[in-house]
Nanobody, 126 residues
Framework: VQLQASGGGLVQAGGSLRLSCAASGRTFKVFDMAWFRQGPGKEREFVARIRARGASTGYAGSVKGRFTISRDNAKNTVYLQMNSLKPEDTAVYYC????????????????????WGQGTLVTVFS
């Protein structure tokens, strides 16, 4: 599957952005999807995930209550709605897909995902 992330940009602290990740090549609805991010000088970290089956979601503590992950299987797209953005949210955001139905505890692990998008840059200024 090919993943194309978009929607990044420059936003003032407190603002909002919505990231999109369009998938092509295989049946999107069977993939567990996730967003990860890598800030300046930092390692890549888990942000949010959504299951293929049942569409349950999970979030990193740092974004819970501010970010919402969703998916539209008819459009082969996963979204990340980001509200109340903070400068520390500045990062390159990557979408990822897994066809292996990882167990719940692994869904925050980037090794559980075999497909990755190219990343989209989000810059939050104060």
């Amino acid at each position: 599957v090919q993943l194309q992330a978009s929607g990044g940009g420059l936003v003032q602290a407190g603002g909002s952005l919505r990231l999109s990740c369009a998938a092509s090549g295989r049946t999107f609805k069977v993939f567990d999807m996730a967003w990860f991010r890598q800030g300046p000088g930092k390692e890549r970290e888990f942000v949010a995930r959504i299951r293929a089956r049942g569409a349950s979601t999970g979030y990193a503590g740092s974004v819970k209550g501010r970010f919402t992950i969703s998916r539209d299987n008819a459009k082969n797209t996963v979204y990340l709605q980001m509200n109340s953005l903070k400068p520390e949210d500045t990062a390159v955001y990557y979408c990822a897909a897994s066809s292996n139905n990882p167990i719940l505890s692994r869904l925050t692990d980037e090794d559980a995902y075999e497909y990755w998008g190219q990343g989209t840059l989000v810059t939050v200024f104060s």
